[in-house]
């Protein structure tokens, strides 16, 4: 056969997200997706990773290479993961957040609600039935467009084990970038679940919203409480937190495939730059370095917006927040910042209590995931 002189880039690379009504089963696993997709705004799309049991041993009596005969391999038991990165649209922001907080309410229309810790009831088993797409699972898709049709990857049963929100003025004209990895216990490929050679007709699919996005300049609130009790206004040059649940793979089914999830831990970390200034020097209550040895938990808000939460691209954040190291500082032509590493920690039930709160607006029901 000739060498093929077709070279592939990576703009037809495509992939795509659509919930699940039963945990692991694939959406029409007769074949062609039609429109149940919406595709992911990502740059870059990597191919999902098969990680599954491969061993090669020298056995004795063969010799002093390796037998092929001599090589164990299954994917039965397996994982599967996926690295992501894009600009966080507020449909799927919502929806990702669930993915890895497997937490979510909602309200108005439609008003998202997701928290860890306080009030939140988290779950430490995901797996079975669901209610509002809680415990909430996902089908991912990936193909390479304009290759042969047959050639799409479907990984079914997937959740997010970590997801990062990144705001920075000096990236993506400061609009919000969502981070992290997928996961799947569905790592067998039959033809009711993970599956191999999927066709997909990807000109059907929703397409990534275009407007809407989450810019750090549209922060109305911000605000850092110090030791004395009091919030003081804070300037932002960048803020990042990241959500991790830890997520394992349970059981084994009749394909080897995961019976359930467990999570043993929700993890809230992060950093923030913040201007140096009166409200936050190094000096009475407002001592940075002395909130960190003394342990503090200080109270943080975010708004994006202006706070009422009646139009798209708006975002409310809360966090109760313990810095995990000595404030170090940021210095540049733009002044002295602190370069702020923190954890978030939960200081009791009931509202304002919790580890990380967002609640966001995206005029879209949970329903159409």
Known sequence: MAISDKVMPISKVVAGIKAETSFGEGIDSSGDEGTAFRQLPIVQVQKPVFNITRESRLLS????????????????????TMPFEMIATPKLLSQHLAL????????????????????????SSLGGSKTNNIPHTVNLAYEVAGVDSGEGIKVTGAVCSDLTLNLDYGTNGGNMTMSGNYFSGFSNPVSTGTVLEQSFSTGSWTAPEATGYYNIGNISTKTLTCDDGSAQDL???????????GVNRVGFNSNGDAESYSIPEYVVTGNMSIKMDDNFAYEGARNVVQDFLDGDTLPLVLNIGDGSLNSVGEANIKMNIQYTGDPAQDISENGIFHNLSFEGVSTGTGDGNEAFQIQIFNGESQSAW
């Open 61 to 80: 009596g063969r010799g002093l290479i390796k037998n092929s005969n001599d090589t164990v391999i299954t994917s039965r038991g397996g994982t599967v």
């Open 100 to 123: 890895v907080c497997q937490e979510h309410s909602e309200s108005g229309s439609y008003i998202h609600l997701h928290e860890i810790g306080g009030q939140g009831a988290l779950i």
């Open 235 to 245: 300037v932002l040059k960048s803020f990042s937190v990241t959500i991790s649940n």
